[in-house]
């Protein structure tokens, strides 16, 4: 049974496109530990030595995001990836707090490698989830919101068998029905790169989130690594 696929229109408009993808089954979702916590923090504060003074713009992983969001017809600057809002929010306000284990590991793997991690919780997906353009006639539920709204025709957006938008404007936000929460056990979990020889960051990148999975959250972990020539699991 496929879990997550990008659509082939996708696949053509963004040849840089790689994944990382797991699919998560029986996992436990608790009050981040103290080993997490510290290892979060600490790799908030390598980050902020690492970018320093540069702007989040020159990141290269940052600038190819911009690039494909702006490619749909959106504003990079008003729709930021969900990268770079972390990272904007790391640089200017110190900190990010602490979540939850599986949002904590997302975040901790995203502002590492400059790149989107999002977590969707499955207990209310009709699998599989599909990247592609919308018709503008997806359903949407926005965090925090019970009004249902609809996608931008031609917005990059994630969405399941049913028509229900998990993510608007590809990285930008997920939807209320797929956040993770203290009761996500099953999740598909992704982490994107557009930029030039991407390949190699999302490799690491999805090895980190399976160790710091297997560690901290338990369960079972199917992963791949997606793109033109392997685009779905």
């Keep these: 049974m496929t879990s997550f696929q990008y659509d082939e ?14 699919v998560a089954r029986g996992m436990t979702n608790a009050p981040t530990p103290n080993a997490l916590r510290d290892l979060y923090l600490d790799e908030q504060t390598a980050v902020k030595a690492r970018i320093g003074a540069t702007p989040l713009s020159e990141l290269p992983t940052l600038g190819a995001w911009r690039r494909a969001i702006s490619a749909f017809g ?27 284990t599986l949002v904590d590991i997302g975040n901790l793997v995203s502002i590492r490698y400059g790149l989107p991690v999002a977590i969707f919780d499955t207990r209310q997906i009709a699998l599989p989830i599909s990247v592609h353009y919308s018709d503008g006639g997806e359903n949407y539920m926005d965090l925090g919101s019970d009004t249902i709204v609809h996608p931008e025709p031609g917005e990059v957006i994630f969405s399941d068998e049913k028509r229900m938008v998990v993510a608007r404007r590809w990285c930008w936000r997920q939807s209320a029905t797929s956040a993770s929460n203290e009761a996500t056990i099953d999740a598909v979990i992704t982490v994107e790169a557009q930029h030039e020889n991407g390949q190699g960051d999302i490799e690491k990148a999805l090895a980190d989130l399976t160790k710091l999975l297997e560690d901290n959250a338990g369960g079972r972990h199917d992963s791949a690594v997606l793109n033109a020539d392997n685009p779905a699991i």
Excluded: F, M, Q
């Excluded at 959106?74 to 809002?85: C, G, Q, W």
């Design 74 to 100: 959106v504003s990079p600057t008003k729709y930021r990836s969900a990268a770079e809002a972390l990272l904007r929010r790391l640089t200017k306000r110190g900190d990010i707090p602490c979540i939850n």
């Design 9 to 22: 229109g996708i696949i053509k408009n963004y040849p840089n496109l790689v994944a990382g993808v797991i």
